[in-house]
């Protein structure tokens, strides 16, 4: 088995911010879904690809992947680029991101069209998010998403505005990206925002229009999730949680647990009751990836 590949940016992260005291780790949206995979997964390898610098800070993270046990042998490394940067602060009881991430290498990952198809064949699946798509030029977006047109696809929307040159693209992208994907995971908060649906039974509508087959996971916060799959629609109730430290990469977790628990052979509902497990632990800690 060739397992799950995981692509995106993976940045530094700096969180916590009490008494201007940050700490440093590694984090972005996908690779918060690979490291949660592999923590779930045994027997399947998990790959993570990427464009990195030459840099220290590049050599740190790829040592991190490597701690977690993430392949990255298909890493590109550039060298007159960094890896982007963030910063999580807590004020007022949120969350609030300050990024430096314009140049990162990551921004490079899909300029090789035969790399790329290198990279995807053969993959048990391959995960990619709208993050993935949006810091990519046009010219590469069409390249990735050609590259997938023949594997098995999870994708998780993760729209974020910022990144995009326009609503308009934003959603077009979006859409395609779901219509050859296997599983899509999108967020219904986001959906309701940049879609206009009404609840999530319009966005596991709206995406499964465009693509019937597709296995479709709407997740809604403390609300119960939305599974469609298998000729089935199922409500998965989240249990109520205690205590929130830092809600950051709870829906990466998800997931993270999600695919995994999939690729083992676990049946939807089942799955979607084991990443929502995972996702309320997550939030618990400080930081996308909880650390000791």
């Not at 799950?4 to 949206?29: N, P, V, W």
């Not at 390898?45 to 610098?53: D, E, L, N, R, S």
């Not at 509508?205 to 119960?224: L, M």
């Not at 690729?263 to 618990?284: C, F, H, K, N, Y």
């Amino acid at each position: 088995m060739s397992g799950l590949l995981c692509i995106g940016e993976c940045m530094i992260e700096l969180s916590g911010g009490q008494d201007d005291l940050y700490r440093g780790g590694f984090a972005g949206d996908t690779l918060n879904t690979a490291w949660h995979a592999r923590a779930h997964l045994a027997g399947i390898p998990v790959a993570y690809y990427t464009a990195v610098g030459t840099d220290r800070m590049s050599d740190r993270m790829l040592d991190f992947f490597g701690s977690a046990d993430i392949d990255t042998s298909d890493v590109r490394r550039i060298a007159d680029r960094r890896p982007g940067l963030y910063m999580i602060e807590q004020r007022d009881g949120d969350r609030h991101f300050t990024y430096w991430r314009e140049n990162s290498a990551a921004r490079l990952l899909a300029e090789d069209a035969d790399h790329l198809r290198r990279v995807v064949q053969g993959r048990d699946l391959v995960y990619l998010s709208g993050i993935t798509l949006a810091i990519l030029s046009p010219d590469a977006r069409d390249r990735l998403l050609d590259a997938l047109r023949d594997v098995r696809v999870a994708f998780d929307p993760n729209i974020r505005p910022v990144l995009w040159e326009s609503p308009e693209v934003m959603r077009d992208v979006i859409m395609r990206a779901a219509a050859l994907s296997d599983i899509v995971l999108p967020s219904f908060d986001d959906e309701a925002v940049h879609f206009g649906d009404a609840d999530p039974q319009a966005t596991v509508a709206r995406y499964a229009a465009a693509n019937p087959a597709a296995e479709i996971v709407v997740k809604d916060g403390p609300k119960p999730a939305h599974v469609r799959a298998e000729g089935r629609d199922v409500l998965v109730e989240v249990p109520p949680v205690t205590s929130v430290v830092d809600a950051t990469g709870a829906g990466d977790s998800f997931n993270g647990r999600y695919l995994a628990e999939r690729l083992s052979g676990t049946d939807p509902e089942a799955a979607a009751r084991a990443a929502i497990s995972t996702s309320g632990q997550v939030i618990g800690h400080h930081g996308a990836i909880p650390r000791n």
